[in-house]
């Protein structure tokens, strides 16, 4: 039944991708630009084929028209809509599976139940979460920003009510005056942020101003600000003996003109460098230029081109060697109580565990920072490999990831989220995913055959290959997330652009919102 249904929709979409044709082609070959999250963000890092030069003008790409947006949007959504039989069906037989078979996760057994508000809903990472915990028996409430009021988390079955929040970047003391008002009417005990990359920042600073009893799970401001940008979670690397790219912070020109200077008065080591945001900015400049080079003019005009300032500050970072991974983890007290390593991409909707060495030593990379840092939280790092062969990390995104779907079903995840005692007394108590997990997002690949967008900087899987692994949001004990991703969240999206008729880059399943050029 289930290959016939891959059949079946694959012939759907190999249709689809002759009316999506090359009218939105344009639309389709900007998934590195800057509006798209930063999920695997070491690409910055990494060497393509041919670096920008600060003086050659953007190729020029006529914007479609508003008619031809219109349309890309009516096909997307249409393209989801008749895929529904196949989702209802895959669905219904996950859920019958649960109920015959029982669960495929494993129910912690917490002291005391909590009451929970796990923000960011419209995200996949969100709904994992909100499943953790209240499989365990706590009682989870949802939150999330407009124009996200149908987001898919709110249909999650452990979820007892759902809330709409101002934006914490454009109304802050709304913002807070909400959450606050939450935290007071559900007697809130535990607050965890699965929020964008922008809005991260507010729920770390938040805790120094709710009520005493209220936790939030991440780092507090100072920690996460530290290790939010480039240069100061370099120097905490360097700090605690770990291994770190060289790296130098650019709050000026001058400061740029000093570090190359000092390079040239060296011998040659063949080191190559790269100057980006020290902390994440979807509006800052992409063109890429790998210095020193012979051209000092050139050099000179691409650096004071950075506009680098004590309130924008770059960094001036080692060049790494491809692939690129990254890894997550979560951390109670300075103890690592959970962990995956993954291979990344720049648009990451593939988790699977990559084993061997480089898993062994990330893990102890990452037990090493827990414990120097005393963290509680959660923690990305994106890594690459110096020219010698190591692995290091390069950046770090103080909160949680979207690889946290390759962790549901393990016994201790909901006690990692809430006990505020918790330490895994073995390994098989530390929080990993199964060796053999593999998830994707269905749709995402889907929409990829139907050509709305190109394979680039992303993971493309055959069928076959879909066919070993499962969608990361559907669950057999609650499958209604998995529906209303694609069939509510999204097309609900879609269908605000339909009037506007704006451009798009690519519909994000895993983040459950509309790629557009400059976003967040």
């Known amino acids: 039944m289930r290959n016939s249904a891959w059949s079946c929709h694959a012939l759907i979409g190999s249709q689809v991708k002759k009316l999506v044709g090359a009218a939105f082609c344009e639309n ?27 003086d050659a003008a953007p190729a020029k790409v006529e914007a479609p028209s508003p008619w ?22 895959w669905a219904f037989v996950a859920w019958a599976h649960h109920r015959v078979f029982g669960a495929s996760f494993a129910r912690g057994s917490p002291k005391k139940q909590l009451r929970v508000l796990v923000t960011g809903g419209k995200m996949s990472k969100a709904s994992a979460v909100a499943r953790a915990v209240g499989r365990d028996g706590h009682k989870v409430f949802t939150a999330e920003i407009m124009p996200y009021k149908f987001c898919h988390t709110r249909f999650c079955t452990y979820v007892s009510k759902h809330y709409v929040l101002p934006r914490p970047t454009v109304q802050p003391k709304e913002w807070e005056a909400a959450i606050q008002a939450i935290v007071a009417e559900q007697k809130i005990d535990l607050i965890i942020p699965c929020t964008a990359p922008v809005e991260s920042s507010a729920y770390a600073h938040l805790r120094e101003r709710l009520p005493p009893h209220v936790r939030v799970f991440a780092f507090d401001g100072e920690t996460s600000d530290e290790l939010d940008n480039k240069f100061t979670f370099n120097q905490v690397l360097v700090k605690a003996g770990l291994p770190c790219p060289e790296t130098a912070n650019m709050e000026c020109l001058e400061d740029a003109v000093g570090f190359f200077r000092h390079k040239e008065a060296q011998p040659d080591d063949g080191k190559r460098y790269i100057v980006k945001p020290a902390v994440y900015d979807p509006k800052a400049r992409t063109e890429i230029l790998f210095l020193p080079i012979p051209d000092k003019h050139r050099q000179l005009e691409y650096l004071r081109s950075r506009n680098a300032s004590k309130e924008v500050p770059y960094v001036i970072q080692e060049v790494l060697e491809n692939p690129e991974y990254g890894s997550f983890a979560i951390f109670n007290k300075g103890t690592l109580t959970g962990f ?28 090493g920072l827990g414990k120097a840092m005393n963290l509680t939280g959660q923690l ?43 330490k895994p007394c073995s390994d098989a108590e530390l929080v990993t995913s199964k060796p053999d997990t593999f998830r994707y997002w269905v749709m995402d690949q889907l929409f990829l055959m139907a050509g709305f967008w190109k394979p680039k900087n992303c993971h493309k899987l055959s ?6 692994g499962n969608d990361a949001i559907l669950c057999g004990d609650d499958p209604m997330p998995f529906l209303a991703m694609y069939l509510v969240q999204i097309p ?24 557009k050029e400059g976003g967040d």
Not at 463 to 468: D, K, Q, R, S
Request: proline share 5%; net charge negative.
């Open 340 to 367: 995956e390593f993954f291979e990344s991409a720049a648009s990451c909707l593939v988790y699977r565990r990559k084993g061997g060495k480089d898993y062994d030593d990330v893990l102890e990379l990452n037990r």
């Open 68 to 89: 031809s947006a219109r349309l890309r949007t009516v096909l997307a959504i249409s393209f989801l809509w008749a895929c529904a039989p196949f989702l209802l069906l």
């Open 463 to 468: 069928l076959a290959e879909m066919a070993t």
């Open 28 to 54: 389709s070959t900007g998934e590195d630009s800057t509006g798209l999250r930063r999920r695997g963000s070491a690409r910055s890092a990494s060497a393509p084929e041919k670096p920008c030069s600060p």
């Open 380 to 422: 990305t790092l994106d890594l690459m490999y110096t020219a010698a062969g190591d692995m290091v990390p390069i950046e770090c995104n103080p909160r949680i990831h979207s690889a946290v779907c390759t962790l549901e079903g393990h016994q201790c995840i909901g006690a990692a989220y809430t006990d505020l005692e918790h």
């Open 492 to 515: 609900s999206l879609l269908a605000l652009e339909i009037l506007p008729g704006t451009p798009w880059l690519k519909v994000d399943f895993c983040i459950g919102k509309i790629v």
